[in-house]
């Protein structure tokens, strides 16, 4: 894909959402750690259902310790993988008071040292509260940029960097926002809604869907 059509790509995700962010519930830049955690694995509206109950009654690192590994399961147990998320949470919010005087760190290396936290997380919490140019590749990401030609890549990393590069300045840190939502809701794994996509004639996928 040439640059013209990913810069066009980019200006009518622009057009259509000009303020792109997370659809996770959040005040704060320790709750969308929290969430984002939560979210591996697991739908932005169970997250959103789990955390609507544990943020009125715990959303700082010191009230989730108060609260215990224990009692935190009981809001996040129909979250998947809730047992592990839980003990990651708990030892996080304990590094987070030892470390960081209770505040996330800014920096990658620091919250990739938070268990838990992976390279997809840093770069949300990176994005979505640092303002930081950063673009997590999910795999809604990972299959938009594979399926539209945009920046193909065999893993993660690869569609990263390759994003990172192709993408112009402007609208690095809006990215990440625009190709997870076009991926969930209109560029779907198993039948992409071509009919409605606002980019269909910019998109070098082969075999698209026009059926309603």
């Not at 989730?64 to 809730?82: H, M, N, P």
């Not at 979505?128 to 997590?136: D, N, Y």
């Not at 569609?159 to 300045?169: A, G, Q, S, W």
Request: net charge positive; glycine share 6%.
């Amino acid at each position: 894909m040439n640059a013209s059509k990913r810069r066009e790509i980019f200006l009518r995700f622009q057009a259509a959402a000009p303020h792109p962010t997370t659809e996770l519930e959040y005040h704060t830049p320790f709750e969308l750690l929290l969430a984002v955690i939560l979210s591996a694995q697991a739908t932005d509206i169970s997250v959103n259902a789990a955390t609507r109950l544990l943020f009125p009654v715990a959303r700082t690192p010191q009230a989730i310790l108060a609260l215990g590994e224990e009692k935190l399961r009981g809001y996040v147990q129909r979250i998947g993988l809730y047992k592990t998320k839980s003990k990651h949470i708990i030892k996080t919010c304990q590094l987070l008071l030892e470390k960081h005087g209770g505040s996330v760190p800014q920096t990658r290396e620091e919250l990739e040292a938070l268990p838990g936290v992976g390279r997809k997380t840093a770069n949300v919490v990176l994005n979505t509260v640092f303002g930081q140019p950063t673009i997590a590749v999910d795999t809604h990401i990972f299959r938009v940029a594979n399926r539209m030609g945009l920046a193909p890549g065999k893993t993660v990393l690869e569609v990263e960097h390759k994003l990172l590069k192709v993408t112009p300045d402007e609208f690095k840190h809006d990215a990440h926002h625009w190709l997870i939502l076009h991926g969930r809701y209109i560029c779907q794994a198993r039948k992409p809604k071509c009919r409605i996509c606002l980019i269909a004639d910019l998109c070098e996928y082969p075999n698209k869907n026009y059926d309603v």
